[in-house]
């Protein structure tokens, strides 16, 4: 065993302190040591993305990076999503759209479309196909998740135009 | 599957880094992006006793034109060439390249100098080097040199760069007018490694070749630069025949064997078939089309 | 803004799933979720060599390092009469090799240790010294009469064979074919492919020292049967086992069997008194547990020469592995693959099949299909399209003129099997009117004059799903029946618990609208439990699409037992003879003044407070339903494809499905299930292969080389329907979880062979991959 080292990782806007050993992954960081099993672990290779975790907004893969590499970084995971109590439009999608069947998949490819509706708030099928091709799921063959993406992006910016309104007819 | 132990250590300079390489030695492994060395950790392939990581030195992810170069910096990551404008429209074999590395997800995190440092033999960069005839810088504590793309790799996972080394910076010659590029690849599905990919770099003068980049993926021990089919171009205007001529030299460059993905025949036909619409779309692009 | 009324959940409404509100949490509770005080966890050392004998296994440099509790061989477990188990094929299957090794992969040794890191470093410094043996890789050489022997320690055992299995009627065949006009033949192998739900398998063994209960926290389809199997093989007392088969992230057939790595857990368990968690990584997954398929089918079809199917003659060689482990009715040495009749009026059929030993890996599970249908739905369309080739047949007109007519059903089938319902030209007729079929063959034809490759698959599949009748049905003996217990509490919400476990597929939602259809309480207002063995009513489990069939069908009874119980009660309420009480949509009145009426839930109240005299309190009931018939899901499958002539790339530019699995519950998830299905048929057709090399190395070993669709790939569906209810199911439903999987692959296969039939090219075997299609194209110098 290799000595371990102190990492301090804000997930969840919660900072984490742990003393790790270097090879631990992030993935195990989150599901065992912080026990944020919404997080799973579907292959070995980097292919499958149910592993998927946003560092600094970005979607990683989490068994694809070292726990320590998180050290003084900022890591969502599905729990995260529903902040107080009130679904994410993804999630609402999801659920709305019936994207999402075994569930296994489904935090991975919540987060993904995260970060794709924040680079595009307004995508194309295929963009959103191109988006979720590191994400694999078994249950759905996709047709539905791309529904649920479109039908999040649309709720997004139906809910951003709201504020914008609001504030034109105030002033 | 899980990684063996390791030490890990992430320098904040380049020259702290370069320091823990040079006492390290062949014990250490540098970690960029990670996307192909954690993976080989975790299946035991790879068993380095230290680790050092660079992604905390500051001004390492760049990509700029200076000094009649475009330089890459050991960070840049494959996602920032994905939606660079600058590669869009002036260096496209490497702006083809870049959506069809690996995932998104992966693309997120690895990064462009780490692939060539990585060196597989099915991978994409380097070929899209050798292509673009690039220039790559090996730092060590004690020395800074450079080396052609077409003399860095030396086999299957297996470069001119030292274990005290870091590759510091990509250089590829800065696009002239009328230069077209393109990079085909065909692969199983997303993610899968290339079954076959060619790497096409065309620099236009008066209607004729002027100069002609060809590299191939996964078809030999190590990303190959096709000589012979850049070497027939060059001064050629580009009509049916030539173009036939050149794909039929870059099949020849090829030296694919078989397995899963097909058989030498069909491989080096692929090389033949995309080196043929990669100097089309190539023609085209340094036309000012497509 | 208008407010929807929200559904209540009758059939036929596509209310949202109750499951998902904890997966899209990320709530969900999966077996690696669990972490119990003072849990252990296990990691397994296996085999590199595919065929080897063990000469000796050292494990103390395992157990020095720290962290390590235990290193459990073979050896060890053969002390306790575990080394070896039953498999649900009637067949051994060792559970820690201690003679030799059988396929590469296979389960030497255990280590557990109290990280899994520690588990992994220590199990890889198992040293076990091999004697490398020839390896066998296909059932042809198996039978080979000098092949190397894999089941030496079979008594009896002289060769690989394992099985000989016939069906149908050899001389009444043998008479179709000398009167046929002509006959056409097809040699194709259904290769080896894998389930690989995105979850492994694995466990979480907590076995109580001090009270001998065994919890078992199990990825399982079927949990209650494992319960009995665990109890005989380890010769626990039943009572004191609970498997709980928590949220399982899908399971495809992969979760059906037992596997060693479950029961080595539960018995270091058992040894060291603490919980012990083994959860596969996905390389063992893929080289270990339960692969489907590889099955090698030669079929001859006789045919009139206006093109009518005279007679079947089919031939079958299966690769079973290393130990004859398939999970399959007893009586059944093939599956139900003798249903390769498929969806044609075909009087005359014959089936041989013979299944062989070979050093791979064992298993031989219905991957998303009803036991090796799929295999023989492929056979029949395939062959099919041969016959139409051969006749110079459109491949729908072909189908059509030798489909079983609406009017004959029930039909008999020449192979044994009573078809229920079926309307397959109406279901042929949707589908080729939603892809423009004629148009298509109009581009074709052009397309074709210019030289470009272009091609319409069809290929309409007939399933036999939801098994019992238990007579015939049965797994490892137990009959194939299912159950489901009601309870209405005293506010009239229930629970419903269910011998089926979901694995994705939405029960929770599904079986408490069948409530909702048959007593009137909103969906929402039942729970729906599964996958404890000690609170829910024992059942075969969830596999085959049997669910909606058997478990679905008890549903409805137990809800129709208590609603005539209900019916009683009402008319005391309403002060009328039980005979006048009417009930519709949660309403129990008095024939011909409904005004006056008794909600089930006032009703549900008075069976705790205002009972008629002499009756039995509560409204809560169980049935276990032994269906008298399978059911036949149907459908057409039309594929369109483009192929590039310099790399053989197929690209699939449409795809129609049209599927009939009777009346539809919950449309919503019904369309969610065949997407899945055709998404992995898709992977089948043209990726998702496990091979061997010569020694037996498993090429398909991870995700980098086992391939599987992403979303860029994956074709755009087509959806469409036809409802032709099942005469026998209480509710007319038939079950869909598979149709898309077992129908798909022989489109996407006939597309592909559509489009270079003119070439001469009449087969291509799965996976069609591009370098395939690209030597068939070379070969008749036709390739770019």
New interface residues.
């Given amino acids: 065993?290799s000595v371990s080292q102190p990492i301090t990782v804000t997930v969840n806007g919660d900072r984490k302190t742990a003393e790790v050993?270097p090879?631990?992954l992030l993935v195990?960081f989150l599901?065992?040591t912080l026990?944020?099993?919404?997080?799973?672990?579907?292959?070995?290779?980097t292919?499958?993305g149910?592993c998927t975790v946003l560092v600094e907004g970005v979607p990683v893969k989490s068994c694809t990076m070292l726990a320590v590499q998180a050290d003084g970084q900022q890591v969502t995971?599905?729990?995260a999503?529903?902040a107080g109590g009130t679904?994410h439009p993804i999630?609402a999608a999801?659920?709305?759209e019936?994207g999402?069947?075994?569930?296994?998949?489904?935090?991975g490819m919540?987060l993904t479309s995260i970060a794709l509706l924040q680079e595009k708030p307004d995508p194309t099928?295929e963009d959103?196909?191109?988006a979720?091709?590191?994400?694999?799921?078994?249950?759905?063959?996709?047709?539905?998740?791309?529904k649920a993406v479109r039908s999040a992006a649309a709720q997004m910016k139906a809910a951003a135009a709201v504020p914008a309104a609001t504030a034109a007819a105030r002033s | 599957?899980?990684p063996?132990?390791f030490e890990y250590h992430a320098p904040n300079t380049m020259d702290e880094a370069l320091g823990l390489l040079d006492e390290l030695g062949e014990d250490a492994k540098v970690l960029a992006g990670g996307q192909s060395l954690i993976p080989l950790l975790k299946l035991?392939f790879a068993s380095p006793a230290h680790l050092v990581d660079i992604n905390k030195i500051k001004d390492l992810d760049f990509l700029e034109e200076r000094d009649g170069m475009l330089r890459v910096g050991p960070l840049f990551r494959h996602k920032s060439a994905e939606r660079s404008s600058l590669l869009a429209s002036r260096y496209q074999v490497m702006a083809d390249a870049a959506p069809q590395i690996a995932?998104p997800i992966i693309r997120n995190r690895g990064t462009i100098a780490g692939s060539v440092a990585h060196a597989d033999p099915s991978g994409d960069w380097g070929t899209v080097l050798l292509a673009l005839d690039a220039d790559l810088v090996l730092r060590s504590r004690s020395a800074t040199r450079t080396v052609k793309a077409r003399e860095f790799f030396s086999g299957p996972f297996s470069t001119a760069l030292q274990p005290t080394e870091i590759l510091s910076e990509i250089r590829i010659p800065a696009a002239r007018p009328q230069t077209g590029g393109a990079y085909l690849k065909?692969e199983?599905?997303?993610?899968?490694?290339a079954?076959v990919a060619v790497a096409v770099h065309l620099q236009m003068e008066d209607g004729k070749v002027g100069s002609a980049g060809i590299g191939l993926t996964a078809v030999g021990p190590q990303n190959i630069k096709a000589g012979q089919a850049e070497a027939a171009l060059r001064g050629a205007s580009l009509d049916d025949t030539t173009i036939k001529e050149a794909a039929a030299l870059a099949a020849e460059a090829a030296e694919p064997t078989a397995d899963?993905?097909?058989?030498v025949?069909?491989k080096r036909?692929?090389v033949r078939?995309?080196t043929e619409?990669g100097l089309k779309r190539a023609y085209e692009r340094a036309r000012g089309g497509g | 803004m208008a407010v929807e009324t929200p559904l209540k959940g009758n059939i036929g409404d596509s209310i949202?799933?109750k499951?998902?509100?904890?997966?899209?949490?990320?709530?969900?509770n999966?077996v690696?979720?669990i972490?119990l005080p003072g849990m252990l966890h296990m990691a397994i050392h296996r085999s590199p060599f595919a065929h080897a004998r063990i000469k000796s296994i050292k494990t103390e440099a395992a157990q020095a390092v720290?962290g390590v509790v235990a290193v459990v061989t073979g050896a060890l477990l053969a002390q306790h009469k575990l080394a070896w188990m039953p498999t649900l094929s009637g067949d051994t299957q060792a559970v820690l090799a201690t003679d030799k090794v059988r396929f590469q992969g296979q389960e030497v040794a255990c280590v557990v240790a109290t990280d899994?890191?520690?588990a992994?470093?220590a199990a890889?410094l198992v040293e076990v010294d091999y004697e490398v043996l020839p390896a066998v890789v296909t059932p042809q050489q198996a039978l080979e009469p000098d092949a190397p022997l894999i089941r030496d320690e079979k008594d009896g055992q002289t060769n690989n064979h394992i099985y000989h299995w016939e069906a149908g009627d050899k001389a009444k065949t043998d008479e179709a074919f000398a009167k046929a006009d002509r006959v056409v033949s097809l040699d194709t192998f259904y290769p080896r492919c894998h389930p690989?739900?995105?979850?492994?398998c694995g466990i979480v063994a907590d076995v109580n020292s001090a009270t001998g209960h065994a919890t078992l926290y199990m990825t399982s389809q079927a949990p209650h049967a494992h319960r009995t199997l665990f109890a005989i093989v380890a010769g626990l007392p039943e009572q004191n086992i609970r498997i709980i088969s928590p949220?399982?992230?899908?399971g495809?057939g992969n979760k059906v069997p037992i596997y060693p790595g479950y029961v080595v857990a539960t018995a270091a368990s058992l040894l060291i008194g603490k919980p012990v968690k083994w959860v596969e990584?996905?390389?063992e997954n893929l080289i270990s547990t339960g692969f489907a398929r590889d099955f090698h089918m030669s079929g001859e079809m006789a045919l009139s020469n206006d093109g009518r199917i005279l007679g079947l003659r089919v031939k079958l060689l299966s690769d079973n592995g290393a130990f004859y482990a398939d999970a399959q009715p007893t009586k059944f040495r093939a599956g139900l693959f003798h249903i390769v009749t498929g969806s044609y009026d075909v009087a005359a059929a014959h089936v041989e099949a013979d299944g062989a030993y070979t050093n791979k890996a064992p298993g031989g599970v219905a991957y998303r299909c009803s036991f090796r249908v799929t295999e023989a739905s492929y056979l029949i369309e395939r062959l099919v399209e041969s016959a139409a080739l051969e006749m110079k047949m459109d491949p729908a007109d072909i189908r059509l003129k030798n489909f079983i007519k609406p009017e004959q059903f029930p039909y008999m089938s020449a192979t044994g099997f009573e078809y229920d319902s079926g309307d397959y030209p109406r279901a042929m007729q949707v589908a080729l009117d939603k892809l423009g079929y004629q148009s298509l063959r109009q581009e074709q034809a052009e397309k074709r004059k210019k030289g470009e490759l272009m091609g319409i698959g069809v290929a309409s599949f007939t399933e036999v799903v939801g098994a019992g009748p238990g007579k015939h049905y049965d797994i490892a003996g137990l009959r194939m029946f299912d159950s489901a217990e009601l309870r209405v509490h005293p506010t009239g919400k229930a629970i419903l618990k269910l011998g089926v476990k979901s694995?994705?597929?939405?029960h929770e939602t599904t079986f408490a609208q069948i409530v909702t259809e048959e007593l009137g309480i909103p969906a929402a207002d039942v729970e729906v439990q599964e996958g404890d063995t000690d609170n829910t009513p024992y059942g075969l489990g969830t596999y085959a699409s049997r669910s909606t069939p058997v478990g679905g069908a008890a549903t409805a009874m137990v809800s129709r037992k208590l609603r005539d119980k209900a019916k009683r009660i009402a008319a005391h309420l309403l002060e009328a003879s039980d005979a006048d009480i009417e009930f519709d949509q949660g309403k129990f009145f008095v024939r011909g003044s409904p005004a006056k009426s008794k909600t089930i839930q006032d009703v549900a109240f008075a069976a705790y407070t205002n009972l008629p005299d002499g009756m039995e309190a509560g409204l809560e009931g169980v049935t276990y339903y032994d269906p008298p018939n399978m059911t036949f899901p149907f459908g057409t499958y039309l594929v369109v494809v483009d192929i590039d002539r310099?790399?053989?790339?197929v690209k699939v530019r449409r795809m129609v499905a049209v599927d009939d699995c009777g009346v539809r519950i919950n449309p919503?998830?019904v369309?969610?299930q065949i997407?899945?299905?055709?998404?992995?048929g898709f992977g089948i057709a043209f990726?998702q292969?496990i091979?061997f090399d010569e020694e037996g190395n498993c090429?398909g070993s991870?995700?980098?080389?086992y391939?599987?669709?992403?979303?860029?790939?994956?074709p755009?569906?087509e959806m469409g329907e036809t409802v032709t209810p099942s005469p026998h199911h209480p509710i007319g439903a038939k079950g869909v979880g598979e149709s898309a999987t077992v129908g798909s692959p022989a489109a996407f296969v006939n597309a592909v062979i559509d489009a270079v039939a003119h070439l001469g090219i009449t087969n291509i075997d799965m996976p069609v991959?591009?370098?395939k299609v690209?030597?068939a194209l070379?070969e008749k110098g036709a390739?770019?």
């Avoid at chain 2, 899963?260 to 058989?263: D, E, H, K, P, T």
């Avoid at chain 3, 310099?646 to 790339?649: A, K, P, S, V």
């Avoid at chain 3, 997407?675 to 992995?680: D, F, Q, R, V």
Wanted: one cysteine or more; charged letters at 25%; a negative charge.
């Fill in positions: 065993m050993e090879r631990l195990h599901r065992e026990r944020l099993t919404g997080t799973h672990i579907g292959c070995d290779t292919h499958c149910a995971t599905v729990e999503l529903a679904l999630q999801f659920k709305q019936h999402l069947q075994c569930g296994f998949c489904t935090p919540m099928d959103i196909r191109w979720l091709s590191g994400n694999i799921c078994r249950c759905t063959g996709y047709m539905n998740i791309v | 599957m899980l063996a132990p035991r995932d065909l199983r599905k997303v993610g899968d490694f079954t899963q993905r097909g058989s025949e069909y036909n692929v078939v995309f619409r | 949202r799933r499951e998902d509100d904890r997966f899209i949490r990320g709530r969900g999966y690696d979720d972490a720290p899994p890191y520690v992994r470093d890889a690989s739900p995105l979850e492994t949220d399982i992230g899908g495809f990584d996905r390389s694995q994705g597929q939405g310099g790399t053989g790339q919503m998830i369309e969610g997407h899945g299905g055709l998404t992995e990726m292969l091979t090429l991870n995700f980098t080389d391939l599987l669709p992403t979303s860029w790939e994956t755009r569906f991959t591009s370098d690209w030597a070379h390739a770019e």
